[in-house]
Each structure stands twice: as structure tokens, then as C-alpha cells.
């Protein structure tokens, strides 16, 4: 059985991992949290140079509009990648997965509903 910490850090290599194999980078920084049955990833700095030039020569809605369509696309696409290893670190089935990115901050947020509660082993504190 894992801790709380433990999972929130593989959640963390494996969607590093992914970013870097499915968009070719990985974020600058990235967090897990879970929180009873929702799973939160938030990651800092994943936009590639491509995007940030795209977003920059585009006008902003336009540029916007086009970066989200396509990392939507692509997570939809590899959905099943990512709760597959959501399952696997967590032992619990996602029951759904939420996606945004930020195309002024380069932020993005993956929340995986979790079909309930992980399981995990209580540290005990000093």
C-alpha cells in the first residue's frame, strides 16, 4: 500500500513522462494532489517553442482557441494511456478526466475523477 505522497509522486513521472513522449517536453514543474476521489495535476511550462510562437503571431483568440483544440485533441487521443497509469498508481478506475491549458502562462491542469478514494497507508507524524 502506498502513502498519499508516494502516489502524488508517481502521478507526477508518469504524466511527465507522458508529456514528454506524446508533446516533446516535459512541464518545468509539476504537482499532484489528491484529494479524496479527485486526483489534480497541475503543471508549469509545457508549451513548446512552436506553441509560444504560434500563440504570439496569431491574433490572441485565434492563437488561443487553435493551441487548446489541439492539446484537447491530443489527450482525448491518449486518454486511455493516462488511465491506464492512473489506475495502475492508484489501484482505483478514473471515471473521467478534465483538461486546460493556459495559453498566457503556459499552465496546465489535468483532473482525473477517481471512481473513489484511494487507499493509501497513514504516515505517522512525530
Do not use: N, W
Request: aromatic share 2%; glycine share 8%; hydrophobic share 40%.
Amino acid at each position: 500500500m502506498k502513502s498519499q505522497g508516494e502516489i502524488e509522486a508517481a502521478v507526477c513521472e508518469g504524466v511527465s513522462r507522458f508529456e514528454q513522449d506524446y508533446m516533446g517536453r516535459g512541464p518545468k514543474d509539476i504537482r499532484a494532489h489528491l484529494i479524496g476521489d479527485l486526483l489534480v495535476v497541475r503543471l508549469h511550462g509545457v508549451l513548446t517553442a512552436a506553441e509560444q510562437q504560434l500563440a504570439r503571431s496569431l491574433p490572441s483568440e485565434k492563437g488561443r482557441d487553435l493551441l487548446k483544440q489541439v492539446r484537447t485533441q491530443l489527450i482525448e487521443t491518449a486518454r486511455p494511456v493516462l488511465e491506464k497509469m492512473v489506475h495502475e498508481i492508484t489501484g482505483v478506475t478514473p471515471v473521467s478526466l478534465h483538461h486546460d491549458i493556459s495559453t498566457a502562462t503556459g499552465e496546465e491542469v489535468v483532473v482525473f475523477t477517481l471512481s473513489a478514494a484511494p487507499v493509501v497507508r497513514e504516515i505517522r507524524r512525530r
